[in-house]
């Protein structure tokens, strides 16, 4: 038997007037979930846990089949991991973007862009290498990611900060949480000596010519330490891979005991290299028994308020992982259960992630089943909430049913 569990990020969304009140996903074309719905299981699954923040990081480690109230210990130590930085005990990870801010009369701060107009990870490199070699002291080193997403590790104690997460804050005042930074001195003078070099780089500087949003900062949230998470392994005996293009979900892999799958041009945008992450899976599931695909795009549509993106990037997922990845396990006659969902809403209204039980589908290719009547999208609640048990408490229990094993 093999098993999948297919993600499309952040693909759940809120009725929208120009959609005629429907959602994005009931507005996209996905005639391969829409059919799988006729023929499998449609319910809801509860990823975040109550009080927890509906981050990707959490609802991915619980689409993983782990309580995060056990197991989270902050997003950055799992994007470390899978950058290859090993943490030691005294040392904490914190997350660093780079973005573009606006600087108001007043010491008042404005957030343009969360990820500095998505730059390359080429230009990024290279401020990040500019970072290392000026600020960089026995205390602060910088990590170099992918495009706008960057560790910073911390030796030591530090003022302790209330953090957020940038993409909460698109286009707005952002002056109470920066200055927390700057009310602590050796955080003040890292970010402040951080961008000054950011602004004068001849990156930048390019960047501006060309009409594009700079990275004229850094902005540290997500911190943590080492995780200590059983592998998937010994929890469900399950060996397999896990496919994304981002480095959060690639530390998630690394620690529950997954192969990371790296597949040229991935972006974690709608430009990224559907054909190969099918294609991948596929090959993993020639000697592996799981399979995780990640796919970022509609996640990153919802954060820049961006409609037809999302929808292309819903219809792609449908038509570039779902379909492709069905017909080559069928075409090979495999036997296998698999689930289509994602990790939580990132309506485009909020443009950030919002907790609320996430639409699941649940395909076993041995049974034809009657069907909900639905089609896959936001409504699964209308059939599913009506019925005992028609919302999972967390992902351990998605985990379980998806094995057919008792909770």
């Known amino acids: 038997m093999k098993y999948l569990i297919l993600v499309g990020d952040g693909m759940g969304d809120l009725p929208l007037p120009e959609l005629e009140n429907r959602t994005p996903l009931e507005a996209a ?14 319910f809801l699954t509860r990823t975040v846990p109550v009080g927890y923040p509906p981050g990707s990081d959490v609802a991915n480690l619980s689409l993983l089949g782990y309580r995060p109230e056990e197991y989270y210990s902050g997003r950055a130590p799992l994007e470390a991991a899978a950058m290859g930085v090993k943490l030691s005990p005294d040392e904490t990870a914190f997350r660093c973007n780079f973005v573009t801010l606006q600087r108001e009369a007043g010491k008042k701060v404005r957030l343009i862009d969360y990820s500095a107009g998505h730059i390359s990870s080429d230009e990024s490199h290279q401020l990040i290498e500019a970072l290392e070699k000026t600020c960089s002291t026995d205390r602060f080193h910088f990590k170099a990611g992918v495009s706008y997403r960057h560790i910073l590790v911390v030796a030591g104690e530090y003022p302790v900060l209330d953090t957020v997460p940038p993409h909460d804050h698109i286009e707005k005042d952002v002056t109470t949480p920066w200055q927390r930074y700057m009310n602590a001195p050796e955080w003040a003078d890292l970010l402040n000596k951080a961008s000054t070099i950011l602004e004068n780089h001849p990156v930048n500087q390019k960047r501006r010519e060309k009409g594009k949003n700079p990275a004229n900062a850094i902005w540290l949230w997500g911190e943590g330490k080492l995780p200590t998470v059983p592998s998937l392994f010994d929890r469900f005996g399950l060996r397999g891979s896990l496919i994304s293009a981002v480095d959060l979900l690639k530390g998630l892999a690394v620690n529950v005991g997954l192969d990371v799958i790296t597949i040229p041009g991935a972006t974690g945008y ?20 799981y399979v995780f695909v990640h796919v970022e795009a509609p996640d990153e549509a919802g954060h820049q308020g961006l409609l037809q993106d999302k929808l292309q990037a819903i219809e792609d997922f449908d038509q570039k992982i779902v379909a492709p990845i069905l017909r080559g396990l069928e075409e090979r006659n495999e036997t296998f259960r698999m689930v289509a969902t994602m990790d939580h809403y990132t309506p485009l209204s909020l443009r950030t992630h919002i907790d609320r039980p996430v639409p699941t589908l649940l395909y076993d290719s041995r049974e034809e089943k009657k069907g909900s009547g639905l089609d896959f ?23 379980l049913k998806l094995l057919q094993r008792q909770t």
């Open 29 to 42: 074309r996905t005639p391969t979930l829409d059919s799988l719905c006729q023929r499998g299981e449609l």
């Open 270 to 289: 709608i430009d990224t290299n559907y054909q190969g992450k099918a294609e991948a899976a596929l090959e993993c599931l020639k000697t592996q028994d």
């Open 377 to 399: 999208s936001e409504k699964t609640g209308d059939v599913a909430g009506q019925e005992e048990g028609g919302t999972l408490p967390d992902g351990e229990a998605l985990m």
